[in-house]
């Protein structure tokens, strides 16, 4: 089992900068796929970006060229650093946990999200 844990969210104002983090328990984080999704108040969750344990990463475009995802192995540890913040950019960020193997998900972990406001 593992368990997700995010950090780092907060206010900020619009073009401001802030590093949201996930820390995951257990054995397997290098060989889990990871996530950052997000929630805006009265919307549906929606996938914001991914690294594979090979650290490829993909972005939505909405966030594409402001935000880096990274993993660090060693610290079961994944990080969303988000630049140039905008108001549309203000949810609750989730972290997210998949293991995955000849394309079929075996697990899917979730964290309890950190909210992130920013301000016009």
């Known amino acids: 089992q593992v368990q997700l844990v995010e950090s780092g969210g907060g206010l900020v104002q619009t073009g401001g900068s802030l590093r949201l983090s996930c820390a995951a328990s257990?054995?397997?984080?290098?060989?889990?796929?990871m996530n950052w999704y997000r929630q805006a108040p009265g919307k549906q969750r929606e996938w914001v970006a991914r690294?594979?344990?090979?650290?490829?990463?993909y972005y939505a475009e909405s966030v594409k060229g402001r935000f880096t995802i990274s993993r660090d192995n060693r610290k079961n540890t994944v990080y969303l650093q988000m630049n140039s913040l905008k108001p549309e950019d203000t949810a609750d960020y989730y972290c997210n946990g998949l293991r995955v193997i000849a394309g079929i998900t075996l697990a899917d972990y979730w964290g309890q999200g950190t909210q992130v406001n920013v301000s016009s």
């Open positions: 690294i594979f344990s090979n650290s490829t990463t």
């Open positions: 257990g054995s397997i984080f290098s060989r889990l796929t």
